[in-house]
């Protein structure tokens, strides 16, 4: 059973440069969470999408936007890059019954120069 | 202020030791209280689960939840240099969405020496 999938593992960028990372979900999970994490510091929540909607978000700009596809799967994208978005992004997903059981994959270290 | 304390550490003990991680928190609407666990340029890996007050075991893991005095602990027995790693504690309330959002501290780094 495939856990938590994300690509790329890592990516560089440069300022004003837009990305997009990609995550599948455990099996059996419809729920993806974002998060991003600065080095040495805990995840701060993006937003989280259910049934191809995004349901909450947590604050950060509009330039960080989102989608979930009907498999599940979900896409972040974040415009207009800049230095301070250098970061590992972690996605995670949970079950439709225990949503803040988070599983999370092995994250998107994406360096922005 | 922020909504949940941790300690950065490092914390380093001898393999075998207890060792005791802890985070207080100011938000009484948590409801749900978790410990994952993260080695370097990995994910958090959930390692307990909790919800009500009180003591949770799980082998050589013991998770302990004061709400009244908002203090979370996580107790590991018989520590290995394996245990080496960033313990995050989390906690969640209920969001505008309706979904309980998880918050993270900041993590605490444990080294376990031989």
């Known amino acids: 059973d495939a856990g938590v999938t994300q690509s790329p593992t890592h990516l560089i960028k440069t300022r004003g440069q837009q990305v997009t990372l990609r995550c599948s979900p455990k099996?059996?999970?419809?729920?993806v969470s974002w998060y991003q994490q600065a080095l040495g510091q805990g995840p701060q929540f993006i937003f989280q999408?259910?049934?191809?909607?995004?349901?909450q978000r947590g604050n950060f700009p509009d330039r960080f936007s989102g989608h979930q596809f009907p498999n599940y799967s979900s896409e972040l994208n974040v415009n207009a890059l800049l230095l301070g978005d250098s970061a590992l992004y972690l996605c995670?997903?949970?079950?439709?019954?225990?949503?803040?059981?988070?599983?999370f994959g092995s994250g998107t270290q994406l360096s922005v120069l | 202020q922020k909504e949940v304390e941790q300690d950065p550490g490092p914390l380093s003990v001898p393999e075998g030791a207890i060792v005791s991680l802890n985070c207080t928190y100011s938000?009484?609407?948590?409801?749900?209280f978790m410990w994952y666990r993260q080695y370097s340029r990995k994910g958090p890996e959930l390692l307990m689960y909790?919800?009500?007050?009180g003591n949770k075991e799980d082998g050589r893991f013991t998770a302990q939840v004061d709400k009244s005095s908002k203090y979370i602990s996580l107790f590991i027995r018989d520590s290995q240099p394996s245990d080496s790693a960033t313990y995050l504690c989390?906690?969640?309330?209920?969001?505008?969405?309706?979904?309980?959002?998880?918050?993270f501290g900041r993590g605490t780094s444990l080294i376990v020496h031989p």
């Open positions: 995670a997903s949970s079950p439709r019954d225990i949503r803040e059981k988070l599983f």
């Open positions: 099996s059996g999970h419809d729920t």
């Open positions: 999408y259910y049934e191809e909607e995004e349901r």
């Open positions: 938000n009484s609407a948590f409801q749900y």
């Open positions: 909790t919800y009500s007050s």
């Open positions: 989390a906690m969640s309330a209920i969001g505008t969405g309706g979904s309980y959002i998880p918050t």
